[in-house]
């Protein structure tokens, strides 16, 4: 991509925003009010914003690699802890799509640098969930039922949190599990359910919140 192309878009872009509200822009710097925070991938495929139909201001968007939500990441730590507690989310997303890249470089016998740490929390989820997936021959659908799975253990880590807890108790907040397809281009709600999984991990993850 030509880099000087990007400005134009951008200006193309504040165009077409001032066209129909002059004062969009200044509307947007008062400040921020959303109702998602939206934890997803960093695959170039996937933008939050596109895929969801909502506009700037609309959500919160902490992407990584396989969208992780990792307790000793404090990236994504902060970014939760301030959805939560600052902005006051009413919904916790975390959305995974099919055909990961980090999905499946974790389950390949090799090497990665850097990138070792990381991909072994979703190896973590292949360990916890080995049963179903070693049951499945087609390798494609093996690693995408693990891109489901991973997105579930992602949303126990979420609830797991003490901010997510006592936003839970205090003012019913939402914690949901989605896929995107990616061939297909469309949003799958895994239908995970948040108080079904609190139930089973209070009894060791209960912060007393």
């Known amino acids: 991509m030509d880099i000087a192309k990007v400005f134009e878009n951008n200006a193309t872009w504040i165009e077409s925003k001032l066209e129909k509200d002059p004062n969009y822009f200044k509307e947007l710097a008062k400040g921020q009010n959303p109702d998602i925070l939206y934890i997803g991938c960093s695959d170039s495929r996937v933008s939050a914003e596109d895929l969801m139909g909502v506009q700037p201001g609309d ?87 693990l891109v489901e799975l991973n997105v579930q253990e992602q949303c126990v880590n979420v609830l797991k949190t003490a901010v997510v807890q006592k936003a839970v108790r205090k003012r019913g907040l939402k914690v949901h599990g989605w896929v995107f397809d990616v061939g297909q281009g469309k949003l799958i709600d895994l239908k995970l359910d948040h108080e079904k999984i609190l139930k089973e991990i209070r009894e060791i993850y209960d912060l007393g919140v």
């Open 59 to 145: 959500v919160f968007v902490h992407r990584n690699i396989a969208n992780m939500v990792i307790s000793i990441d404090l990236n994504s730590m902060s970014v939760l802890n301030y959805a939560v507690d600052n902005l006051g989310v009413d919904h916790v997303v975390v959305c995974g799509h099919y055909e990961c890249g980090g999905v499946k470089a974790a389950m390949n016998a090799s090497d990665l640098g850097i990138l070792n740490p990381w991909l072994r929390n979703i190896r973590d989820v292949y360990r916890l969930h080995k049963k179903e997936l070693n049951a499945i021959e087609d390798e494609s659908a093996r690693y995408n039922r």
